[in-house]
């Protein structure tokens, strides 16, 4: 029991990371913008938030440089996109290839550094209960504050005046800007939010869930969290669901080697991308229930003065 009790907490660790940078994709495309750099600024956030925490000794500190490089990095990527209307894809994969290679340059003198010793978390009482106390209640505090971020998400987009115009510049742009509203600073807006939010999401990487720094040490989440903005329809409940799902199943791989299953660690390493390719092929399989839920101006430029 105890060893399941492990297992449900790294997966809620793991989804975390997933979690918080999908939320940030999902802002983005709810406004018709696709960034495909989430790998590069999560990257770039993690090495910057693992330097801070380093130096300063503040995780506080660190998740604030990594959200502010995440953020830079989108404001660069949101001007290109936005106002040049370069090509969003195009403009994406060289983030990613940008961030890949400024990180590992740059962290090559924090490989082997180590952050100072932090005190464990658990909420008083409830983490002394059996299973469900090492299960639920022993996470940094990002853990809760992730769940709290996915519902007030959810809340600003259904429930506010303001979401109400993010979801209208996603759908048309045109006619809200047309309406007076200025489509273009939303987007940039937006954009900057989500990559604020995928900069904690490496910060988070770098400095509670590992805590190391290696060079390329995201290994792939930044596509498993784009993924799943399409896996959950652009819902913000369905993208926490989604990134535990996959969370357990990364972290399925090394309880099934701690068990002594006889896997080849190849194969068990496979498995989050598999399980993303299986979700992708299964959702594509209804074409028209996407068509209802993506936004309909996603991925494609705005010019005012067409």
Not at 36 to 59: N, R
Not at 275 to 301: E, F
């Amino acid at each position: 029991m105890e060893s399941y009790a492990l297992l449900m907490a790294a997966t809620l660790n793991a989804g975390t990371v997933l979690a918080i940078a999908s939320l940030g994709l999902l802002i983005n495309e709810k406004v018709g913008i696709v960034n495909l750099g989430a790998e590069g600024m999560m990257l770039c956030a993690a090495i910057a938030g693992f330097a801070t925490v380093v130096t300063t000794g503040s995780d506080i500190m660190g998740f604030a440089a990594g959200m502010a490089v995440g953020a830079l990095l989108a404001a660069i990527f949101g001007v290109l996109v936005i106002w040049l209307n370069t090509n969003q894809y195009a403009a994406g994969l060289a983030l990613t290839l940008f961030g890949t290679g400024f990180s590992a340059f740059v962290g090559t003198g924090f490989v082997q550094a180590k952050i100072p010793e932090r005190t464990s978390f658990a909420i008083p009482y409830l983490s002394d209960i059996p299973w469900f106390g090492p299960a639920l209640f022993r996470h940094h505090p990002l853990v809760y504050l992730t769940v709290l971020l996915a519902l007030a998400l959810i809340w600003f987009m259904y429930r506010t005046r303001n979401g109400l115009v993010m979801r209208s510049v996603g759908e048309s742009p045109e006619s809200a800007h047309a309406l007076g509203y200025p489509v273009r600073l939303i987007r940039l807006l937006a954009v900057v939010v989500g990559g604020a939010l995928c900069g904690l999401a490496g910060a988070y990487l770098s400095v509670v869930y590992t805590p190391l720094w290696v060079e390329g040490m995201v290994a792939g989440k930044g596509w498993i969290a784009l993924a799943l903005t399409t896996f959950a329809t652009w819902r913000p409940g369905r993208v926490l669901l989604g990134a535990y799902l996959f969370g357990g199943v990364t972290m399925l791989q090394f309880h099934l080697q701690g068990i002594g299953v006889d896997v080849p660690p190849q194969f068990l390493s496979m498995l989050p991308y598999v399980a993303t390719i299986l979700v992708l092929a299964l959702i594509s399989r209804n074409p028209q229930w996407i068509r209802i839920n993506m936004p309909a101006s996603i991925g494609k430029p705005f010019y005012p003065g067409a």
